[in-house]
């Protein structure tokens, strides 16, 4: 079996573990972080996945461990949470990676696959509305607003 069909198995095998636990199926992306991430497309989700495994969770000594990923604001940050990723203590829990030694390259790697993988089950019938151009943006927030009150004059 080539060693993609390895990973593939790894991660679908990984990602069905984790819909048996009440916490992990819990997450979802909301349809504003669906947009950003279709918007963003995978090329760019993928830079900021390996960025934030790189600073926030591959160190060997993370100060803030078990509250360095927050709970919103990024696709990739509620994939680490879905997936058992978000700190070392889950790390270790989930995937046996044990905590005080820096995370491989090849950990990294598996890690931000699994997390695109997750991102792409979780966005499988999104349907993206097609984003507004800032002229579009910018004219639709003029017609929104409303003229100024007429004032009456008193001292007539």
């Not at 504003?32 to 600073?55: C, D, M, P, R, S």
């Not at 790697?109 to 579009?136: C, G």
Request: charged fraction near 25%; proline fraction near 8%; aromatic fraction near 8%.
């Amino acid at each position: 079996m080539p060693k993609t069909e390895i990973n593939e198995t790894l991660f679908q095998n990984a990602l069905e573990r984790l819909v048996h636990s009440k916490f992990r199926s819990s997450f979802h992306l909301s349809q504003k972080l669906k947009q950003y991430a279709a918007e963003k497309g995978e090329t760019l989700l993928k830079q900021h996945a390996v960025n934030f495994i790189q600073t926030r969770l591959a160190p060997e000594i993370i100060p803030n461990d078990g509250a360095q990923t927050p709970l919103k604001g990024h696709p990739v940050f509620i994939a680490q949470h879905a997936c058992g990723c978000c700190c070392r203590g889950c790390l270790e829990k989930w995937y046996h990676i044990p905590k005080g030694r820096e995370l491989s390259p090849k950990e990294q790697e598996n890690v931000v696959m699994l997390l695109l993988q997750w991102i792409a089950r979780d966005m499988q019938d999104f349907v993206p509305s097609a984003p507004k151009s800032a002229k579009t943006a910018k004219k639709s927030s003029q017609k929104q607003k409303k003229p100024p009150p007429k004032t009456l004059d008193l001292f007539d």
